[in-house]
């Protein structure tokens, strides 16, 4: 599958997640303007292996995915310039599987909307983009 370039801000340090095979849990913190962490619970050679990125505050959510049975096919949500912080960040993300579940929408659906899917319902294995106090901007 082809990486697919983050969408968001150009602010905050850059995360590259790769080399895993699915994903078992995400949990995000969601603030009033922005989403401010994401938690990935991926699944490497069988064991669970954690990545985190931003810093975890505002309110927390998890969604849970039925790993290997169940697979993340799409990741999708919001972007807007944040005038008070000067930046563009990341307002709400959701996640759809290859059952069809979708996600609580995490954040509030504010600016741009994106969403990125597998070619042909193939799954998504790993996320980047970038981070800082916030997630800046995010890509599959």
């Known amino acids: 599958m082809a990486k697919m370039e983050p969408l968001g801000g150009n602010k905050g340090e850059g995360f590259n997640d790769v080399g895993y095979e ?8 969601a603030e009033d303007v922005n989403i401010t962490y994401i938690k990935i619970e991926y699944v490497k050679n069988g064991k669970v292996e954690i990545r ?4 975890a ?5 998890e969604f849970s995915v ?12 919001t972007y807007k ?6 930046t563009t960040l990341i307002t709400s993300l959701y996640f759809t599987t290859s059952k069809g ?3 609580p ?4 659906m504010k600016g741009t909307e994106f969403e990125f899917k597998g070619e042909h319902g193939e799954k998504l294995i790993g996320f980047h983009g970038r981070s800082s106090n916030a997630i800046d901007a995010i890509g599959a």
């Open 22 to 29: 699915g994903v078992k849990k995400i949990t995000v913190g």
């Open 52 to 55: 985190e990125h931003g810093a």
């Open 57 to 61: 505050h505002g309110k927390l959510k």
């Open 66 to 77: 039925d790993y290997p049975k169940d697979s993340i096919t799409a990741v999708g949500g």
């Open 81 to 86: 310039h944040i005038y008070s912080y000067d």
């Open 101 to 103: 579940f979708t996600s």
């Open 105 to 108: 929408l995490f954040g509030e």
